[in-house]
């Protein structure tokens, strides 16, 4: 009786075993497929990211270039006010002369 029922134990463990062991493959190959999801998916982000800064990079020399036309566009309007003062100075001068003479007369 006792040998009877050590014999359906032990099949009945070996069952488990053997569900346990299937259970285990399927579960390892869900895991592969994930992997190769969540790696497939970081290359994709990876390379976007990588597009990405080199779009911002490029951006950025753009705007790197446009401050430096905006910087000489300042410097050629301070030329350009510099020589107008000069001019307003010239003709206040001769204005003052003008006063001089026609006071004298």
């Known amino acids: 009786q006792q040998l009877g029922d050590a014999r359906q134990e032990l099949a009945s463990t070996q069952r488990s075993v053997t569900t346990l062991q299937k259970d285990a ?3 390892q190959g869900q895991l592969m497929i994930l992997q ?3 790696s497939s998916n970081l290359s994709s982000a990876i390379s976007g990211l990588q597009k990405d800064t080199l779009s911002l990079q ?4 753009e705007m790197r270039q446009e ?3 905006a910087q000489s566009f300042a410097k050629e309007l301070e ?4 020589a107008m003062q000069g001019r307003v100075n010239i003709l206040q001068q001769e204005g003052s002369e003008t006063k ?3 006071a004298g007369l």
């Not at 030329?79 to 510099?82: H, I, Q, R, S």
Request: hydrophobic share 40%.
């Open 58 to 61: 490029s951006a950025m020399g």
């Open 25 to 27: 493959s399927s579960t």
């Open 100 to 102: 001089s003479v026609t």
């Open 79 to 82: 030329k350009d006010a510099l």
């Open 36 to 38: 190769q999801e969540i």
């Open 67 to 69: 401050a430096l036309k």
